[in-house]
């Protein structure tokens, strides 16, 4: 179980993408070109948390999806709808029932929390009404489990 910790642990930079840099970079292109954010503070909130909105965001990291985040993990899609991102993902080493859920979830919900609220790029999410959430399915496609960071998890 470490071992799959450990690598799991790498999918939370970015909002999910480990080394996607590009994804977080044209998110914050759309959220500029849609005139959402001065200064760090968002101008329209509801805009922001719309279903439209977010799902542009979501769409510009689908192009590059089902993408391999480290050797035990896969990013399969980013959905946005009102108020919410999730973050599909599969242990592709592992079935459903290989994984002790609780465990796993324990595990990774102080870290993704951590990087949810203190993670510039992400941070903008939560204190703007935003959840994110973070889903994983074993390699057969059953549902292991799901993290969800709320905006008053981070204080906002």
Known sequence: MKKIIFGITSIILFGGCANNQNNVNESFKIIKKEKL??????????????????????SSFNKQLPMNVDKETRIDA????KKNIFYNYTLVNYKQSDINAKELKSSLINKIKNNVCTNPKLKIFSKNGVNMNYIYYGKNGKYITEITIKPEDCNF
Not at 37 to 58: G, H, M, P, T, W
Request: hydrophobic share 45%.
């Open 37 to 58: 954010i001065n200064n760090k503070n968002v101008i329209d909130r509801n805009k922001f948390q719309s279903a439209i909105f977010l799902n542009e965001i979501a």
């Open 78 to 81: 980013v959905l946005g709808t």
